[in-house]
């Protein structure tokens, strides 16, 4: 029983110490990106910020391009894991749509644990405008999107390979997650709470622009 008491604090007190040093190095990364460039900052630098060595970096990252996506990485994971939770009866949409917004719901306070919301929408706009970030992400997002359809044909107890509904689904709702991202992105609110907003504002004409007659107006108004 004492050893048992002795042995489970320790271990989670080393757990703590690895958590805040990832966390340091994400922050570090992110900082040195964002005022130098990403091609520009090597992982000494990095390592050198946090005063840990070059091996300690890489023993939490593969790459500069697995630090730079870490926060993202933390993102994804509270939507899959919003959108597994989801009550079997909901529609695909409202299933996504529901997932993402409980997800920002308590993404925030996460966020800021690691890096400032600020930072974050820095992180952003250098993705946006570094060219191996870009294409990095782009293919993060394939992979992420070929993920949730799996679960929304789980879900609705399809197979994904002959069904065309799961994807073409997740297809109209991951565009709309990235109108969202970029607009936010440009915008002069950096809060998470500004990204939410944008995001239901979004996802709720998804529907709408999707099935209604575009010559009507927004309260089905036929438009001279």
Known sequence: ????????????LRERKKQRTRD??????????????????????????????????????????????????????????????RPADEAPFEAMRRAVL??????GEAIEEVVSVDLHMRTYQMIESTPTLLAAHMRRGVALENRIALLIAEREGLDVERDPRPRVA??????????????????????????RDLTEEYLDQLVPALARDWRQGPQGSRQE
Do not use: H
Not at 7 to 12: K, L, Q, S
Not at 102 to 107: L, P, R, V
């Open 1 to 12: 029983m004492t050893d048992g008491q002795t042995v489970e604090p320790r271990a989670g």
């Open 24 to 85: 340091a190095l994400v922050r570090a990364s992110l900082e040195l990106f964002t005022t130098q460039g990403y091609e520009r900052t090597t992982v000494d630098e990095i390592a050198d910020a946090v005063e840990v060595s070059q091996r300690t970096f890489f023993r939490y990252f593969a790459s500069k391009q697995d630090a730079t996506f870490a926060v993202q990485e933390m993102v994804e994971s509270r939507f899959l894991e919003e959108l597994r939770r």
């Open 102 to 107: 409980c997800a920002w719901n308590s993404i």
């Open 170 to 195: 997740v297809a109209a709702f991951s565009g709309v997650m990235r109108v969202t991202g970029q607009l936010w992105g440009r915008g002069l609110d950096p809060s998470v709470e500004a990204l």
